[in-house]
C-alpha cells in the first residue's frame, strides 16, 4: 500500500511514517519546511520526501492519504485531496486502526512529563523482554529513534497528546488510541489556540477515561486537583493514584531524604518500601514520573523490582535537561520546558543538582500559548528561583515581555534579538555559571552559537 503524509517533519507523523514503512507499506511525504533531522531520519528509512504542498503530489495516486493536523483548508494538496475520490484520514485514526487494534496500548497523558514517562515506560518494558512498539514526542536516550514498531508486537507505548487530531476531526487525537493501560501526569491550561479554557480540556481528558476499559487500569497523580475534578465526572476504570507524599488510597509514592535532588529514592507501594531508584534523572517531577511508569509497567506484567533496575539505566530523553556543552566552565543546558509549571520544575531540579552556583534562565515564549499571553501572569514567579533570567521578545511576540521582566528586579533582562541575546548571554557568563536554555522549538540554534561565542571568548 503506498501510504503519502503531509506534514511528515513533525515529531509525531514523522514517528508515524517511521512506523508506517516497518509495517511494509510504501511511504512518501511533504512539509512545508523539510530539514534534520527529521529529514535526515526519514530519507535514511527510504522514505521520499517533498518540499511544499502542491496538489501534483497526489500524482501518482497514493492509497490513502495521512494528513497531520499542521494542515488546513485552503492549502493547494488538502483542496486537490478533497475534489478527489483519494481516501484520507488522521496520523491517530490510521495508527489506531493499522497498528494499534488488538495491541496492549499504554497511553501517557498530561500537561506536562509525557515524553519522559513514555520514554522511561519504553524503556522499562523493553528491558523486561517485552519489545514494545512506542510513538514518543522525542527521542529517548535508550533508543535510536522516537518510534518503533514490528508485526507482532503485543505491547505499544504511546504519548497520548490532547492537541486536535485534523482539520476535519477537532477530538483530541488521545481518544483515538484506546489505551488499556493510562497514565494521567497532570491537567493545567494550555494549547490556548485549540480550547478556550480549563473546562474544555477537562472535556476531552474526561472522553479519554471513557475510553478505558474496566479491566484496563489507570494511574493518576493524585496531587493534581484538576485530574481529581475530571475523574470525578466518571470513571468506570479500577485506578491506582501516585504522589510525592504517602497517604491514604495512595498506591505510589516515594521516600528521600529531605532537600535531596532525587537522584536516590525509595519506592512506596501502599506505604510499604519495594526497593531504591538510583538514576541519572533529577527532580521531584521525573520521581513521580517514575511512580508512574512503574504502575503502568506493573499492569503489563513487570515486577516492579525489574523497573526499577531498569530505570538505574535509563538514559533521559533529548531536551530534557540535556547537556549541550561546556567552555571555560560554563555549562549550557537544553530543555523543552515551555510552561511555567515546567519552567519551574526544571529551575528547581537543576538547583538541586548544582546548589549555590548561578543559574542563568534564557526563556523563549515560542508556544502558542505564550505567544498569546496566557500565562503572563504567572511566567515571572516560574523564572524568580534563577540568579539570572534572559527572555527572549522578536517582533511578533504580541505582549510586552518587558513588565513580566520588570516583577523580577534587576535580574532580568529582554533580548529583541538573537544576536543581542548571544551576545549579552556570552558578555555576562562566568566559570561556574549554569546556562539554562528553555524553548519548545530550535530557538534559532542559540545552544550552539552560544557556545561558540563562549569559545572565541576564551
Not at 199 to 207: D, E, L
Not at 338 to 357: C, F, Q, Y
Not at 404 to 422: F, I, N, P, Q, Y
Request: proline share 4%; glycine share 12%; net charge neutral.
Amino acid at each position: 500500500m503506498h501510504v503519502h503524509i503531509l506534514g511528515i517533519c513533525g515529531t509525531f507523523m514523522g514517528g508515524i511514517a517511521a512506523i508506517a514503512k516497518a509495517a511494509g507499506h510504501r511511504v512518501t511525504g511533504s512539509d512545508k519546511n523539510v530539514y534534520p533531522p527529521m529529514s535526515t531520519q526519514l530519507e535514511a528509512l527510504g522514505i521520499e520526501l517533498i518540499s511544499g504542498f502542491d496538489a501534483e503530489q497526489l500524482k501518482p495516486r497514493p492509497d490513502v492519504v495521512v494528513v497531520g493536523n499542521v494542515m488546513t483548508r485552503g492549502v493547494p494538496v488538502i483542496e486537490a485531496l478533497l475534489d478527489s475520490n483519494i481516501p484520507y484520514t488522521s496520523g491517530p485514526d490510521w495508527l489506531a486502526k493499522e497498528v494499534l487494534s488488538g495491541v496492549h496500548v499504554l497511553g501517557v497523558a498530561g500537561t506536562h512529563g509525557k515524553t519522559t514517562t513514555s520514554s522511561m515506560l519504553a524503556w522499562i518494558l523493553d528491558y523486561a523482554g517485552l519489545a514494545p512498539g512506542f510513538l514518543i514526542g522525542g527521542v529517548p536516550g535508550n533508543f535510536s529513534s522516537s518510534a518503533r514498531f514490528a508485526p507482532g508486537t503485543k505491547h505499544f507505548v504511546i504519548e497520548a497528546d490532547e492537541y486536535d487530531t485534523a482539520f476535519f476531526d477537532k477530538r483530541a487525537k488521545f481518544v483515538h488510541y484506546h489505551s488499556r493501560t493510562l497514565i494521567l501526569n497532570n491537567l493545567e491550561f494550555d494549547h490556548a489556540d485549540i480550547y478556550e479554557n480549563l473546562g474544555a480540556i477537562q472535556k476531552q481528558f474526561h472522553h479519554l477515561v471513557r475510553t478505558v476499559p474496566a479491566s484496563g487500569r489507570i494511574l493518576w497523580n493524585a496531587g493534581d486537583e484538576n485530574l481529581k475534578a475530571t475523574l470525578a465526572m466518571g470513571a468506570w476504570t479500577p485506578r491506582e493514584a501516585f504522589a510525592r507524599d504517602g497517604g491514604n488510597d495512595i498506591t505510589w509514592s516515594l521516600d528521600q531524604p529531605q532537600g535531596a535532588d532525587f537522584s536516590k529514592f525509595v519506592v512506596l507501594e501502599a506505604g510499604r518500601p519495594v526497593g531504591t531508584v538510583r538514576w541519572n534523572l533529577l527532580g521531584a517531577h521525573n520521581a513521580e514520573n517514575a511512580l508512574a511508569a512503574i504502575g503502568a509497567a506493573r499492569h503489563a506484567g513487570v515486577p516492579v523490582a525489574q523497573s526499577i533496575a531498569a530505570l538505574a539505566e535509563f538514559k533521559g530523553v533529548k531536551r530534557r535537561m540535556e547537556l549541550r556543552g561546556e567552555v571555560r566552565g560554563i555549562s549550557v543546558y537544553d530543555d523543552f520546558a515551555h510552561h511555567p509549571t515546567a519552567i519551574a520544575s526544571t529551575i528547581d531540579g537543576l538547583r538541586r543538582k548544582v546548589g549555590n552556583k548561578r543559574i542563568v534562565a534564557v526563556l523563549e515564549p515560542r508556544s502558542a500559548t505564550m505567544k498569546m499571553g496566557v500565562h503572563r501572569e504567572t511566567l515571572g514567579p516560574s523564572l524568580s528561583a534563577a540568579d539570572a533570567v534572559w527572555m527572549f521578545a522578536p517582533p511578533d511576540l504580541g505582549w510586552d515581555a518587558g513588565a513580566v521582566v520588570a516583577t523580577l528586579g534587576g535580574k532580568a533582562r529582554v533580548a529583541r534579538s538573537l544576536d543581542e541575546l548571544v551576545a549579552g548571554l556570552a558578555g555576562n557568563s562566568a566559570t561556574g555559571d549554569q546556562v539554562l536554555i528553555m524553548s519548545n522549538g530550535g530557538f534559532g540554534g542559540l545552544h550552539g552559537k552560544l557556545l561558540e561565542a563562549l569559545a572565541r571568548d576564551n
